[in-house]
């Protein structure tokens, strides 16, 4: 259902997008998630949106540095990374569920589909 990409390697400030697949998502609405991992830490949150509405929903520590979007000729939810930090890195995952979760948006559990993940390195 959901596949992502866009990851890489770039300096700190430096600015990646990466991109959600969303093909198998027709009919109903959802909710989409991207999470990051870092080694050894927990999954968590980073942002989310809703296909019925757009509204979006943030970690604090991207706000202003990160915009999610859906890209509707592409059928993709995107997430626009601005001035990356090292603290940034990890691997990112999209994950999905139908309808709106708007309360529980920050937990893994909320979701019932999940992509592979996409690596992002942020160093000089």
């Known amino acids: 259902h959901l596949v992502e990409s866009g990851g890489g390697l770039v300096p700190p400030g430096d600015s990646l997008t990466l991109s959600c697949a969303t093909s198998?998502?027709?009919?109903?609405?959802?909710?989409l998630a991207w999470f990051r991992q870092a080694p050894g830490k927990e999954r968590e949150a980073v942002a989310c949106?809703?296909?019925?509405?757009?509204?979006?929903l943030y970690q604090d520590s991207v706000k202003g540095r990160f915009t999610i979007f859906r890209d509707h000729a592409k059928r993709t939810v995107d997430l626009l990374m601005n001035s990356l930090k090292p603290e940034d890195q990890g691997t990112y995952y999209c994950?999905?569920?139908?309808?709106?979760?708007?309360?529980?948006?920050?937990?893994?559990?909320?979701?019932?589909?999940w992509g592979q993940g996409t690596q992002v390195a942020v160093s000089s």
């Open positions: 994950a999905a569920v139908y309808g709106e979760i708007w309360p529980t948006w920050m937990f893994p559990s909320s979701y019932e589909y």
């Open positions: 198998g998502f027709t009919g109903r609405h959802y909710t």
């Open positions: 949106i809703s296909s019925l509405s757009g509204s979006t």
